[in-house]
């Protein structure tokens, strides 16, 4: 049995130097996979199409989680007897089957399907958008064609008390065969940043515009300087959750569906984009409007207080 190195990129700064430090150790020879979400910032796709010409790499196979047997199978239901059973009315199944066919974007039709966005206390997000198609499409297959298949994680113990508790290596839960490697575990964000700089490798150019970090544009778990940032700066991906709002809360029985859930603001009732967009201008809980908000934000603010 071969063991094959499958490294998870996402275009952030630690998955990156997880494939540049897969790359030291076996000269090119592993498959790096990226799980794209569909709610990705346009730098995302572009810094992952570069990262192997930068580096003499092996290119970066892109999968997309396809919700469109679980949407259709959601249509079918609807149109049960079961729907009415739960107590939907006629008037919100035809408003839910208006608005639920497959986009071919992960993460809005993950979210049709359930009619709801994903939270921190429902994080289904990871799951069904990254992990699953990864699983699914790249490492599944190799095991079942005999392989040994190592699952490179750009995972630091300094992020997190619960990343902490993580083991370097060990065998997945989700399938035989399967390891789940954490090579950059005791890793600091200085190593990660050297790293980059040993291979001649920008960082993705987010971190200097102020995000901390690089995934889903905007994150559920977006904190309120990011989120002013999107608000002010990026205001095409405020447009985008607007759509996807309207869409969602139509597929749902409830209509109140919004992107970020309520506790995230603090506020009495759940905050639709614009909404929240409001709240990341103000200081105070939201009470003082925030004129720094609309200053030139500074450039080269990188988590950890590096920059390049
Ligand atoms: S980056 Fe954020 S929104 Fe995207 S899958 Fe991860 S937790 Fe969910």
Redesign the pocket.
Known sequence: MSRIDVVSTSGGKDSTAAYLECLERTGGDFLAVFAD?G?EHPAVYEYLAELPRRTGGPEIRTVRADFSGRIEKRRAWLQSDAAERRGWKPEQIARALDALHPSGTP?LDACLWKGLF?SRKR?F??EF??RAPILTEVQEPLILAGHEVWSWQGVRADESLNRSKYAESAPSPELEGLTDYRPLLTWTVQDVVAMHHRHGIPLNPLYSQGFG?V??F????ANKAELRLIAREHTWAIDKIREWEVLVRKASKGQLATFFHQSHTSATTPQQIDGVARWSMTRRGGKTFDLMAHMPSPTCVLAGGLCE
Do not use: A, D, S, Y
Request: net charge positive; glycine share 6%; with cysteine.
């Open positions: 979400t709610n993460f994903p994080q997000c990871t958008l990254k970090r995934g889903c905007p994150c559920i778990n």
